[in-house]
């Protein structure tokens, strides 16, 4: 759309202010769409529990969400939801990242093999053991997430639910639970 097309959308001041009004609006919005979803996914981890495993909002909506093993904790290797990034995700306060990373790709090979089959590597350093944007149907911004969140709910819940329930079968358990206990900080 070029700029003459989008002034010809304000042709009156009214219209303009309400295009402004809804600009400063535009996190409240997010926020909003986003909570939709934290409510559907709180209520599908409340009724479906997964043996062992524990499912914690750390920040509201939908920016911090972990699930992880309650040996553990929920600072300790986990999936982590943070709006538009699904990852493996490690605490450096509590456990050793680095010697995560490196037993990734060594002893744990196994297990970093099964959850590449789950989130893609794009982004694997600090606290990211792996991690990938989400992107359905080409949406990968926060914004064009928001959207998806509260005009397609069921299908965004949907896509979280196989991605929660390929991490949490029993042979991941095991596997991350012996990577977990490697890789603890001693207090």
């Known amino acids: 759309m070029n700029i003459e097309d989008v002034a010809k959308l304000f042709d009156t001041q009214e ?56 040996e553990f904790g929920d600072n300790s290797i986990c999936l982590a939801l943070e709006a538009n990034k699904i990852s493996v995700w490690c605490n450096d306060a509590y456990f050793e990242s680095a010697k995560a990373r490196e037993l990734l790709g060594n002893e744990h090979k196994e297990l970093y093999n099964r959850l590449i089959d789950i989130v893609s590597p794009s982004d694997e350093r600090g606290s990211y053991l792996i991690s990938e944007n989400l992107k359905f149907f080409s949406l990968g911004t926060s914004d064009s997430l928001a959207w998806y969140a509260q005009s397609q709910t069921d299908d965004f819940l949907t896509k979280i639910v196989d991605i929660v329930e390929k991490f949490t079968t029993p042979e991941i358990t095991i596997l991350l639970s012996d990577l977990n206990r490697s890789v603890r900080k001693k207090t």
């Open 15 to 70: 219209k303009w202010e309400a295009f402004i009004e809804l600009c400063n609006q535009r996190d409240k919005i997010k926020y909003h769409w986003f909570n939709l979803l934290k409510v559907r996914i709180e209520s599908h981890f409340k009724e479906k529990k997964i043996d062992g495993w524990s499912c914690k909002f750390i920040k509201p909506g939908i920016d911090d969400v972990r699930w992880f093993l309650n």
